[in-house]
């Protein structure tokens, strides 16, 4: 088996391993999406009770 059809079957664990990497990649970059979000709803948090308490005065 020879020509385009041996080489397409050459390549598709290459296209595995590759489709693979980008699957870690953007599971890596959604879960620092979520550490962000988590950080901006403390910083809200904070400066909500930094504004409240400073109204309190």
């Known amino acids: ?4 059809l041996h080489d397409m079957m ?7 391993e590759e489709t693979r990497r ?5 599971r890596e970059f959604k879960d620092l999406q979520g550490d962000i ?10 400066l909500d009770l930094i504004r409240n ?3 309190l005065r």
């Open 53 to 55: 308490e400073s109204r």
């Open 37 to 46: 979000l988590r950080e901006l709803q403390t910083s809200r948090e904070s």
């Open 22 to 26: 980008t699957n870690d990649l953007l």
């Open 10 to 16: 050459q390549s598709v664990p290459e296209i595995a």
């Open 1 to 4: 088996m020879m020509g385009p």
